[in-house]
Nanobody, 125 residues
Framework: QVQLVESGGGLVQAGGSLRLSCAAS????????LGWFRQAPGKEREFVAA?????????DYTESVKGRFTISRDNAKNTVYLQMNNLKPEDTAVYYC?????????????????WGQGTQVTVSS
């Protein structure tokens, strides 16, 4: 069982930056694939980024955030981060972190059994 708690959301102007954090409970944090998803009002939840288990840190991003967002993990702190730079109004959404110990594409929400409560990110134009 893993419990996830996000923080770091807020209101920022377009072009600005935010860093989201997601702290996890549990003794086997390094064995989990970690993902970030987001859901904008009236839209379906979408994949943002994922990072592989262990310390090697293989990453995957949705096309719209490549070059602007960076996912990373600190296994000693049981924390995953999402550094978001050059934010755009279309990045406005509730951001969720998720964890899974299964193998899959890492891009589908139904692969992740553990979810945080979400943190709001609002980007003004």
């Amino acid at each position: 069982q893993v419990q996830l708690v996000e923080s770091g959301g807020g209101l920022v102007q377009a072009g600005g930056s935010l860093r989201l954090s997601c702290a996890a409970s549990g003794r086997t944090f390094s064995s989990y694939v970690l993902g970030w998803f987001r859901q904008a009002p009236g839209k379906e939840r979408e994949f943002v980024a994922a990072i592989r288990r262990g310390g090697g840190g293989g990453t995957d991003y949705t096309e719209s955030v490549k070059g602007r967002f960076t996912i990373s993990r600190d296994n000693a702190k049981n924390t995953v981060y999402l550094q978001m730079n050059n934010l755009k109004p279309e990045d406005t959404a509730v951001y969720y972190c998720a964890a899974t110990d299964t193998y899959g594409s890492r891009r589908r929400g139904n692969e992740y059994p553990y979810w945080g409560q979400g943190t709001q990110v609002t980007v003004s134009s």
